[in-house]
């Protein structure tokens, strides 16, 4: 019944901007809080960012100020703007919904849907 899509990934250099989606079904993301986590091979799941439900959002040390976590409620849809891209950020990055809690988490323990992913490679 729950479904989370994200597209938007690619292969790009580094220093470039790529813009993920995440479109939600099944749960209306203005009532929980959503999150984006990366997975690249040999590493854990990580944390990248968060909103809840009021469009508070949080965000991994190393991303602040370069990614921007945002939404569309009419489209019940979220977004992760990445900019200033570097070979680091290369991972599947993954879309995630508590489903019933309004408040974020840097958890992966704490979400109870995720997407299938989506490929962001950084390279010259």
């Known amino acids: 019944q729950v479904q989370l899509v994200e597209s938007g990934g690619g292969l790009v250099q580094p220093g470039d901007s790529l813009r993920l989606s995440c479109a939600a079904s099944g749960l209306a993301i203005s009532r929980i809080a959503m999150a984006w986590f990366r997975q690249s091979p040999g590493r854990e799941r990580e944390f990248v960012a968060t909103?809840?439900?009021?469009?508070?959002?949080n965000y991994l040390h190393s991303v602040e100020g370069r990614f921007t976590m945002s939404r569309d409620v009419a489209k019940n849809t979220v977004f992760l703007q990445m900019n200033s891209l570097r070979p680091e950020d290369t991972a599947v990055y993954f879309c995630?919904?508590?489903?019933?809690?309004?408040?974020?988490?840097?958890?992966?323990?704490?979400?109870?849907?995720w997407g299938q992913g989506t490929q962001v490679t950084v390279s010259s």
């Open positions: 909103i809840n439900w009021i469009g508070t959002t």
């Open positions: 995630a919904a508590r489903g019933a809690s309004i408040s974020g988490s840097m958890s992966k323990n704490d979400y109870n849907y």
